[in-house]
């Protein structure tokens, strides 16, 4: 561990600080909800890719899409 | 013949792809009244064949067939009432061809100077007879409140020579007006191998266990009216035999099983960003990652995304991931001098330094309440792909090109 484990937090709360985390009422949040702005627009699909990655690098985990298991080689 | 990533860990990760959503749907969601998720059965298809290895990377010119691979995926979400739902998954892979076994130099060792005529290193292959298929079969219940949700995970993993039971529970709150959404929770998985006798060395182990643990903490925040900041971090522990019993190490002229630590702690820090763009009815998806680990390997993510919707109800998502990967600290593409006892070894790929580049493409059409997608995408590794020199690349990297097709129904 080093620190350019702080670096990416610290960038992350000076952009959010930067582009002002303006209040966005229920009701101005139409583009947000369109599903281009999913998180994942298949989740499936988006699962079989870590799914395959898996298996392929030696590193693995963080806040992406995944379903359980190998197919590995 | 397999070596076999942690179930746990898979959990983990479709547990925080659930938990960190994106706030403003889940409210829109909400104040209508109805469930978050609709009622939907998906069912997909994906094939990928590994690309043969290079006749001057491999020491057999007869053996370069690597694995083809053919997944299907059944997946039911299920909302059972306004605040319960239920997600099943069904994955089986079917496995066929030939897998990476050890690598060594391509020219003669003399015994007794440690040197060899040609230190080239190139793979040696298994048969290309190798067959295998797993099932894979989970479910997960999610109770939805007024602040966020709760969800638990439970599933089961087999085949015939590795069964893992894996499970977690995750959180999501809602808070600043829902503006802004925390996550956390936590997996597990508690493994058992058992390799196949008909493909392993002699010396190799008959029954072995391990178990992962995980936890993560993520953070959701609307930005303004087009874009929303997401980050998390997760910290993963793995104990057991984390070694691959199928995978050599060739050792002054003698493949011999290869050793792992027995434990290993690993580190993650994900951040995406997500914007739209109304004129253009589109989107752009980043997200980058960090990652280091006990074993000293490290590796940096880029992946971006382009989401267009077009006339009559299609969008088309090209993408591009960018990866690159240090070693782990014991790996050697082979070793030159004996090992010590008990001294770790690996000559796998998956622990060497390298680099990759994944592009892809992707299609869905809505008709009424089926949704038809189709997906393609190219993968590529290479030593000179990755940050920083590589002096010797392993030979076992690998290249794929992957198809997959599906459908989604939508009930009342």
């Given at each position: 561990m080093n620190c350019k484990w702080l670096v990416l937090p610290l960038l992350l709360g000076l952009f959010a600080v930067s582009t002002g985390c303006t209040q966005v009422k229920p009701w101005q949040r139409g583009y947000l909800a369109r599903p281009e702005m999913k998180a994942s627009l298949d989740e499936m699909s988006d699962a079989m890719s870590e799914h395959i990655l898996f298996s392929k690098e030696g590193s693995s985990g963080g806040a992406s899409a995944a379903g359980g298991g190998c197919g590995c080689n | 013949m397999k070596s076999k990533p942690s179930k746990a860990q898979n959990a983990l990760l479709a547990l925080t792809s659930t938990a960190i959503t994106l706030p403003g749907a889940q409210v829109l969601a909400e104040e209508t009244g109805k469930s978050v998720e609709p009622r939907v059965i998906g069912v997909r298809f994906t094939n990928y064949q590994e690309a043969n290895i290079d006749a001057n990377k491999r020491?057999?010119?007869?053996l370069a067939e690597r694995y083809d691979i053919a997944v299907t995926q059944v997946s039911l979400n299920w909302p059972l009432s306004d605040k319960w739902a239920l997600n099943i998954d069904f994955i089986q892979d079917v496995m066929s061809g030939g897998s990476p076994w050890y690598v060594k130099p391509k020219g003669q060792i003399d015994l007794d100077t440690g040197e060899v005529t040609d230190e080239t290193p190139v793979q040696v292959m298994t048969s290309p007879t190798l067959e295998d298929t797993r099932q894979d079969f989970s479910f997960k219940t999610t109770y939805f409140h007024d602040m966020g949700s709760l969800g638990a995970r439970l599933g089961v993993s087999e085949e015939d020579d590795y069964t893992s039971v894996y499970g977690g529970v995750d959180f999501s709150f809602d808070f600043n007006e829902k503006q802004t959404t925390v996550s956390s929770g936590f997996s597990f998985a508690a493994d058992r191998l058992s390799p196949t006798p008909e493909v392993t060395p002699s010396n190799r182990i008959k029954r072995e266990n391990k178990g992962t643990f995980s936890m993560f903490a993520g953070v959701s925040q609307v930005i303004n009216r087009v874009s929303v900041l997401q980050a998390a971090m997760s910290i993963t522990q793995h104990n057991g035999y984390l070694s691959d019993p199928y995978k050599q190490v060739w050792v002054r002229g003698i493949p011999q099983v290869e050793n792992r630590p027995t434990n290993k702690t690993q580190f993650v820090i994900t951040a995406g960003y997500r914007y739209f763009f109304p004129d253009k009815n589109a989107a752009i998806h980043t997200n980058v990652r960090l990652y280091e680990d006990s074993w000293n390997m490290k590796s940096e993510t880029f992946e971006v995304k382009w989401v267009q919707s077009l006339a009559n109800n299609w969008q088309i998502i090209p993408s591009f991931r960018y990866y690159t990967q240090s070693q782990a600290d014991?790996?050697?593409?082979?070793?030159l001098d004996v090992l010590e006892d008990d001294q770790n070894a690996s000559s796998d790929y998956r622990l060497s330094p390298f680099g990759s580049i994944s592009v892809g493409a992707q299609v869905i059409k809505k008709i009424g309440r089926w949704n038809f997608t189709g997906l393609v995408e190219n993968y590529s590794s290479d030593k000179s792909l990755g940050i920083g020199s590589v002096q010797v690349g392993n030979p076992g990297l690998v290249d794929y090109l992957r198809f997959t097709l599906g459908f989604d129904i939508e009930f009342e």
């Amino acid at each position: 561990m080093n620190c350019k484990w702080l670096v990416l937090p610290l960038l992350l709360g000076l952009f959010a600080v930067s582009t002002g985390c303006t209040q966005v009422k229920p009701w101005q949040r139409g583009y947000l909800a369109r599903p281009e702005m999913k998180a994942s627009l298949d989740e499936m699909s988006d699962a079989m890719s870590e799914h395959i990655l898996f298996s392929k690098e030696g590193s693995s985990g963080g806040a992406s899409a995944a379903g359980g298991g190998c197919g590995c080689n | 013949m397999k070596s076999k990533p942690s179930k746990a860990q898979n959990a983990l990760l479709a547990l925080t792809s659930t938990a960190i959503t994106l706030p403003g749907a889940q409210v829109l969601a909400e104040e209508t009244g109805k469930s978050v998720e609709p009622r939907v059965i998906g069912v997909r298809f994906t094939n990928y064949q590994e690309a043969n290895i290079d006749a001057n990377k491999r020491n057999d010119p007869d053996l370069a067939e690597r694995y083809d691979i053919a997944v299907t995926q059944v997946s039911l979400n299920w909302p059972l009432s306004d605040k319960w739902a239920l997600n099943i998954d069904f994955i089986q892979d079917v496995m066929s061809g030939g897998s990476p076994w050890y690598v060594k130099p391509k020219g003669q060792i003399d015994l007794d100077t440690g040197e060899v005529t040609d230190e080239t290193p190139v793979q040696v292959m298994t048969s290309p007879t190798l067959e295998d298929t797993r099932q894979d079969f989970s479910f997960k219940t999610t109770y939805f409140h007024d602040m966020g949700s709760l969800g638990a995970r439970l599933g089961v993993s087999e085949e015939d020579d590795y069964t893992s039971v894996y499970g977690g529970v995750d959180f999501s709150f809602d808070f600043n007006e829902k503006q802004t959404t925390v996550s956390s929770g936590f997996s597990f998985a508690a493994d058992r191998l058992s390799p196949t006798p008909e493909v392993t060395p002699s010396n190799r182990i008959k029954r072995e266990n391990k178990g992962t643990f995980s936890m993560f903490a993520g953070v959701s925040q609307v930005i303004n009216r087009v874009s929303v900041l997401q980050a998390a971090m997760s910290i993963t522990q793995h104990n057991g035999y984390l070694s691959d019993p199928y995978k050599q190490v060739w050792v002054r002229g003698i493949p011999q099983v290869e050793n792992r630590p027995t434990n290993k702690t690993q580190f993650v820090i994900t951040a995406g960003y997500r914007y739209f763009f109304p004129d253009k009815n589109a989107a752009i998806h980043t997200n980058v990652r960090l990652y280091e680990d006990s074993w000293n390997m490290k590796s940096e993510t880029f992946e971006v995304k382009w989401v267009q919707s077009l006339a009559n109800n299609w969008q088309i998502i090209p993408s591009f991931r960018y990866y690159t990967q240090s070693q782990a600290d014991f790996y050697a593409p082979y070793y030159l001098d004996v090992l010590e006892d008990d001294q770790n070894a690996s000559s796998d790929y998956r622990l060497s330094p390298f680099g990759s580049i994944s592009v892809g493409a992707q299609v869905i059409k809505k008709i009424g309440r089926w949704n038809f997608t189709g997906l393609v995408e190219n993968y590529s590794s290479d030593k000179s792909l990755g940050i920083g020199s590589v002096q010797v690349g392993n030979p076992g990297l690998v290249d794929y090109l992957r198809f997959t097709l599906g459908f989604d129904i939508e009930f009342e």
